[in-house]
């Protein structure tokens, strides 16, 4: 007979949220812990203390949980999964809503019990980067298991079929992305380092080749597969699975690039004496996808909170829609639409009626309001979901469910906090699509994610830390601030993690790079 009080003795579980208490301290999350899991008292000190040299939570172990980042959250939640010395330790999805920064350290202690103590991992993750990490995976699809193995084994079934697409300067990788999705023969297509990276079901480039049109000039070759690349070709194809995003025939939008939609000018934020946001200047124009990128307590979070409207600017200029919010908030607010982190719809209202709610709280009626919830049912495939209570709703539909309601006004901005934080790979993918479709369409989108391979997607980004800009410019302007002989083609993530550990500076100073328009 199975002993499963022996067997859980043995086996230390970090759930995805971290399993804290918000409103005890460090210490007094470990100290429950502890009781929790039978650790005498004799033999608590020594282990606190290597725990919290190892995550380096030492000198936060008055600090309440609740006030911690993302990061160090992430880190106390290990700690406490580590308290009783585990033989095994199981992780589930432990790196959602932190930066790359708490990722690459979070691995770090991974490794070290590994190696050291001898403990045994098993994680779940959506990032398919860490899955390469691991020495076995299961690769889970539907409830049902598709394949496991090695990494290595896993890319070994790929081949030749994996291709990348260089555009010329003049054509945007996005909307050579945008074009391939779809296409016969194509199984995936993503945005990597200014190139487009495609899995074909055939060998060699020729697939990519036909799809492309003539007039976009662009370098064709093959590259060696990842485990992402092996990841997408198992996942079930459906041919609605990727569907290109139709123009909006109700939106009466034009482009205009060149429109300032909005504007900060020495933004500031004060938390009493706390200075969180510090002379924040950036502008976003019209039709283009600009990331908010940072690591957690960057104030990136307080300036998207202070843009939408939903926080009290502290000094400085900002503008929003032509409208100033610190004087005209509500005129403002009208022009944008806002998706939150986490789910925040009503979970108790069917998908109708969330829609038909947020509809009238923007005051549309009649057949106004009819027109604009079947737009809504169409475009992000929500018709069999109708009479479905939100909260009952699959991952990747609470998503698009959300993004309809934000959109459901027609509004100039788009604010999407952390959008695809949590959500599977495929999920991800048809985000993006539509995000580029209403770029394209004159929608303004400001974006804040960690996982930095989307912030390709974006027209321009901004990075901070610590309330500050550290570099802005194009995906191109801020991998090339990495660039070195050890490292000729760094990614975004090298260039967002030597910014924000300082260990490079942008020319000319620390807080501008020159984009690509000429404009400091």
């Known amino acids: 007979m199975v002993d499963t009080i022996e067997i859980q003795s043995r086996v230390g579980y970090m759930p995805q949220k971290f399993g804290l208490y918000q ?14 899991q039978g650790v005498p008292s004799s033999e608590r000190k020594d282990r606190y203390y290597r725990l919290l040299q190892m995550t380096g939570l030492e000198p936060y172990t008055r600090r309440m949980a609740g006030a911690l980042s993302g990061g160090m959250k992430q880190k106390l939640g290990l700690a406490c999964s580590l308290i009783k010395s585990p033989e095994m330790l199981l992780l589930d999805e432990p790196t959602v809503g932190v930066d790359p920064i ?36 299961v690769v889970l699809h539907d409830g049902e ?3 496991q193995g090695t990494p290595r084994e896993f890319k070994e079934r790929v081949g030749q079929k994996v291709v990348l697409v260089d555009p010329s300067p003049d054509i945007k990788p996005r909307q050579i992305h945008t074009h391939l999705v779809g296409k016969a023969h194509i199984i995936d297509a993503t945005i990597r380092s200014g190139r487009v990276r495609v899995v074909t079901d055939v060998y060699g480039t020729q697939a990519v080749a036909d799809a492309l049109p003539e007039k976009w000039p662009a370098t064709i070759k093959n590259t060696p597969p990842t485990f992402e690349d092996a990841f997408m070709t198992l996942i079930p194809h459906k041919e609605s ?21 909005v504007q900060t000018k020495d933004l500031q934020k004060f938390f009493g004496d706390f200075e969180a946001v510090k002379g924040l200047t ?12 940072g690591p957690n307590g960057a104030g990136k979070s307080t300036t998207f909170r202070m843009l939408c409207g939903l926080l009290e600017v502290s000094g400085g200029q900002i503008s929003v829609a032509g409208h100033n919010l610190r004087h005209s908030p509500s005129r403002a607010r009208s022009h944008l639409g806002y998706m939150a982190q986490q789910f925040s719809l009503y979970g108790q209202l069917s998908v ?42 699959p991952g990747g539909y609470k998503q698009r469910l959300a993004m309809a309601a934000a959109l459901l006004h027609q509004p100039d901005i788009l604010f999407l906090d952390e959008p695809t934080s949590g959500v599977d790979p ?14 394209e369409q004159g929608v303004t989108v400001v974006v804040t994610t960690h996982f930095m391979e989307e912030s ?8 901070m830390s610590l309330g500050e800009s550290l570099a802005m410019g194009t995906p191109s302007e801020i991998r090339a601030l990495a660039r070195s002989k050890e490292n000729p083609e760094p990614t975004i993530e090298d260039a967002f993690i030597a910014l924000a550990e300082g260990t490079i500076v942008p020319s000319g100073g620390p807080n501008r790079i020159e984009n690509s328009r000429g404009r400091k």
Request: charged share 30%; with cysteine; hydrophobic share 45%.
């Open 102 to 137: 708490s990722r690459r350290e979070l691995w770090k202690i991974v490794y070290e019990l590994v190696e050291r103590d001898g403990i045994g991992v098993l994680l779940s993750t959506a990032y398919l980067d860490e899955a390469e990490r691991c020495d076995y995976v």
């Open 241 to 261: 699975r990727f569907q290109i995003n139709p123009v909006d025939k109700t939106s009466g939008k034009t482009i205009r690039n060149e429109e300032v939609v």
């Open 426 to 439: 495929l999920a991800r993918r048809e985000f993006w699509l539509r995000i580029n479709g209403f770029a």
């Open 23 to 36: 409103d005890l301290t460090v210490a007094e999350n470990m100290n429950l812990y502890a009781d929790l």
């Open 282 to 293: 950036f502008e976003v124009r019209r039709g283009e996808i600009f990331g908010l990128l």
């Open 456 to 463: 390709e997607y974006c027209d321009r980004m901004l990075i």
């Open 352 to 393: 109708q009626e969330n829609l038909r709610f947020f509809g009238k709280a923007y005051g549309f009626g009649g057949n106004r309001l009819r027109v604009r919830m079947e737009w809504a049912f169409s475009e992000f495939g929500l018709e069999k979901w109708r009479d479905k209570a939100a909260a009952q709703l």
């Open 145 to 147: 298991k598709l394949a």
